[in-house]
Each structure stands twice: as C-alpha cells, then as structure tokens.
C-alpha cells in the first residue's frame, strides 16, 4: 500500500516501503528526504533564497564536484511533470559506479521546490517510472 505524504504545503502517495528524515529546524532547510531500500533517494525542499535557477543549479554542481570531482550536467526534458519546472540530471562516479543525480526546480502552489532524485544508474532506470509517477501526481496541501 502507498503512504502519503502531507506537508511543506504539498500532498502526494509514495512507497510504503521508503524511509523519511524530516530536515531539523537548526539545518536552516525546509525539506524532506525519502531513502529508497535500493539506496537512492528522493528529497524535497522549499527554496527559501531568491537565486536565480541557474545560481541555484550551479551552486548544487559544485557541492556535488566537491564532494565526488568532476560531474556532467545535462538538460532534460521530464514530459507530464510538474509545470514551470527546470531538470537537470548530474553524472559523476561514485566508487566505481556511475551516480544519476536528477534536480527538478518547480513552483507548486505559488512556493519554488527543489526535488533532487538520485541514486546508481540501475537503481535509478529501476526507480525512475516510480519518480515520475510522484512527481505527475503532487498536489497542493
């Protein structure tokens, strides 16, 4: 049975099976991060600063370059999702497997989300009809 989440002003149905972590108050974010069993995951954050899309897109590329090295950014086109949205999918190695980092920029209800869905290639191929079934079906609160 799916479960569902209710908050940061939004409603959708997910997995019963995938592991929430709210954000604390004291992290300055606020969002919240769905573990898939597999070992990916799918966040969610209201983006409180007023960046520019690409700021904010560039900003999130360096984060991921200091922490894993070279990354590749590519424009993707995510057909029946959330309307006003900007998709970007990051590459970069991880060990020796190859991490798919997929970062949606939305404005639902009047309010701008990050949506950041990632994990291993396969895992991703494995999870991605189950992202895109969340995000055709996310709602205002």
């Known amino acids: 049975m799916p479960a569902t989440f209710e908050s940061l002003g939004i409603k959708f149905l ?11 108050a004291e992290e300055g974010i606020d969002g919240v991060t769905f573990d898939l069993p597999s070992g990916g995951f799918f966040s969610l954050e209201r ?9 904010l897109i560039d900003a999130i590329q360096a984060g991921i370059a200091k922490e894993y090295g070279e990354v590749e ?7 029946g999702a959330i ?12 060990l020796d497997l190859i991490i ?3 970062l949606m ?5 009047d309010l701008k989300f990050v949506i950041q869905m990632q994990a291993e290639s396969r895992d991703f191929d494995a999870n991605e009809m189950v992202f895109q079934a ?8």
């Open 14 to 24: 997910y997995p019963d099976n995938w592991t929430i972590t709210n954000r604390s």
């Open 83 to 94: 309307a006003g949205e900007r998709t970007v999918d990051f590459q970069f190695y991880y």
């Open 47 to 55: 983006a409180r600063n007023l960046s520019s899309n690409e700021e």
């Open 105 to 109: 920029l939305a404005r639902i209800n």
């Open 134 to 141: 969340i995000l055709k079906q996310i709602r205002p609160e």
């Open 100 to 102: 798919i980092s997929r």
């Open 73 to 79: 950014r590519t424009n993707v086109d995510v057909p």
